[in-house]
């Protein structure tokens, strides 16, 4: 037998950054570094960026050429999005940094900035967010055990396949979020250009079989030409 090669995890890092020199200039220092990097220069770059996959850190620019990054990042936490966004902003005064903050920032980095500096931020951000890591995912009745791969729903045990396991991981991972099938694919399958589109739909309707037990009580939510929501 062939050994398997060993799988790095792939960090992602979206930057929503308006001015192009320095956009390019932290695209290309985070991708020296093996950081797989995406560049959008709007506000409605960045809700489409990020409604295709999640990222690990976000980095936000706060004057950008169709809203406030502010604005954008109320409206991220509101609709549950999750990911430790680093503002990186030339509104350097101390109220300015404190509202960052308030609104829902894990970091704040005034311009001009050190390099160094950014990038021991994001590293600084990737370590939170991987020890704050939960293993057990709760959510209606339903409860997985990350560690024990186990699943219950109510206290009943409920067997399931990896796959099965693996596809409702990423619901509990982001419950109420409207998950694209691109994103779910993404994490479920290693390559997910090659995966029949048909086949998430009978992964969703195999776990819709164990899940939905209760008539009238659906658990998730089909969005027409999108993808699936975990109510």
Known sequence: MQP?????????????????????????????????????QTCAEARDALCETNYDVIILDLGLPDGDGLDLLKEWRKGGFQEPVLILSARDAV????????????????????????????????????SSKETVLKHGG?????????????????????????????????????????????????????????LLDVYMSKLRGKLEVEPGKPVFKTIRGVGYQLL
Do not use: C
């Open 95 to 130: 109220d300015d940094r404190i509202k960052g903050l308030d609104v829902g920032a894990d970091d704040y980095l005034a311009k001009p900035f050190s390099l160094e500096e950014l990038l021991a931020r994001v590293r600084s951000l990737l370590r939170r967010q991987s």
């Open 142 to 198: 339903i409860r997985m055990d990350l560690l024990g791969r186990t699943v219950t729903q109510n206290g009943q045990p409920l067997e399931m396949t990896s796959r099965e396991f693996a596809l409702l991981e990423v619901f509990l991972q982001n419950p109420g979020r409207i998950l694209t099938r691109t994103l779910i694919s993404e994490k479920i399958w290693e390559s997910h250009y090659d995966v029949d589109t048909n």
């Open 4 to 40: 398997q090669p060993v799988a790095h995890p792939v960090v992602k890092i979206l930057i929503v950054e308006d001015q192009r020199r320095l956009g390019q200039f932290l695209k290309r220092s985070l991708t020296e570094r093996a950081y797989t990097v995406t560049w959008v």
